[in-house]
Structures are given as structure tokens and as C-alpha cells.
């Protein structure tokens, strides 16, 4: 059975509250008491459910690893939980993972950011490097960053 996972204050005592609506699982817990995982650890001790394939496969994994990457599933299944935005949380997880690839990268090679800015920075359509600075055009995410100092090693490679 599918379970939706929705943080705030079950009246009374409850850590937290489980409920079948529609064919769902719906769980609500107070994250003051309970983190996202032990919210599933719960469920999963009473029921047999699915967030989907790819949630399932955090939870298996939060459940064997005590470390860091639970401590890092943890948070994004909270944010999950607390915005009911699961694609979106997504999408700031994977630009903060390229903002972290991009530092490092960027310490690697030596190279300080720098966003352009002033009345001809529209005209920078590519980050570029040049002179110890990573050039970023204004507006650019991390990935489309990372996407272009990439082109730039490689044909530094073919050289």
C-alpha cells in the first residue's frame, strides 16, 4: 500500500497518527519528536508500504547505513515531508550537490567564483576561465557551470 508522510502535531500524546484515506497510507507526525526516517522505521515495523521505488530504496539504505548518508536522507525526506514537494526537493538537492561539485572543482584547480555582474555582464553567455577566476554569466546554475568548465577541461585535455 502507498504511504504519504505529512509533518506537524498529532492532538495529544501521539508521536504520530496513521490513517487509510483512499487507498493510502497517510502518516502525520510531529518532526519536533520524530525525524522523517523514524517516521517510516514506525510505519514499517506495523505495515508493509511503498513511498515508490526510488523512496523505498532510501529507506532500505537509511536503515543499514548509521552515517552520514542517513543523516543526509534524513534531511531530504524532511524537507520532502514538510513541503509535500517531492520533484521539487529534487531539484534543490541536485543544485546543491552541483553548487558542492562546483567549489570543488573550482579548489581543485585553484580557481576563485565569480559571478559577473555590471551593464556587460549579459553579455557573458558561458562561465569561462581566465586569469585564476571561473567567470560565471549572471543567472547561471551550478549545473549549466559545471556543464561548461567540463567542455573547457576537455578541450584542455585534447591539447
Do not use: W
Request: proline share 4%; glycine share 10%; aromatic share 6%.
Amino acid at each position: 500500500m502507498r504511504a504519504v508522510f505529512e509533518q506537524g502535531r498529532p492532538s495529544g500524546a501521539a508521536l504520530s497518527v496513521c490513517r487509510e484515506v483512499k487507498g493510502e497510507i497517510r502518516v502525520f507526525y510531529d518532526p519536533s519528536r520524530l525525524s522523517a526516517i523514524e517516521a517510516r522505521e514506525y510505519l514499517g515495523e506495523r505495515a508493509d508500504f511503498t513511498e515508490g521505488s526510488g523512496f523505498d530504496a532510501i529507506r532500505r539504505a537509511c536503515q543499514e547505513d548509521l552515517g552520514a548518508y542517513r543523516e543526509l536522507m534524513g534531511a531530504f525526506l524532511d524537507r520532502v515531508d514538510r513541503s509535500q514537494d517531492a520533484a521539487g526537493t529534487v531539484q534543490e538537492f541536485l543544485r546543491i550537490f552541483a553548487l558542492a561539485e562546483l567549489h570543488v572543482f573550482a579548489e581543485g584547480r585553484g580557481l576563485r567564483i565569480v559571478r559577473a555582474d555590471g551593464p556587460n555582464a549579459h553579455l557573458l553567455t558561458e562561465a569561462l576561465v581566465v586569469d585564476g577566476l571561473l567567470l560565471v554569466p549572471p543567472g547561471q546554475s551550478p549545473q549549466d557551470t559545471l556543464r561548461d568548465v567540463g567542455a573547457v577541461d576537455s578541450a584542455a585535455a585534447v591539447r
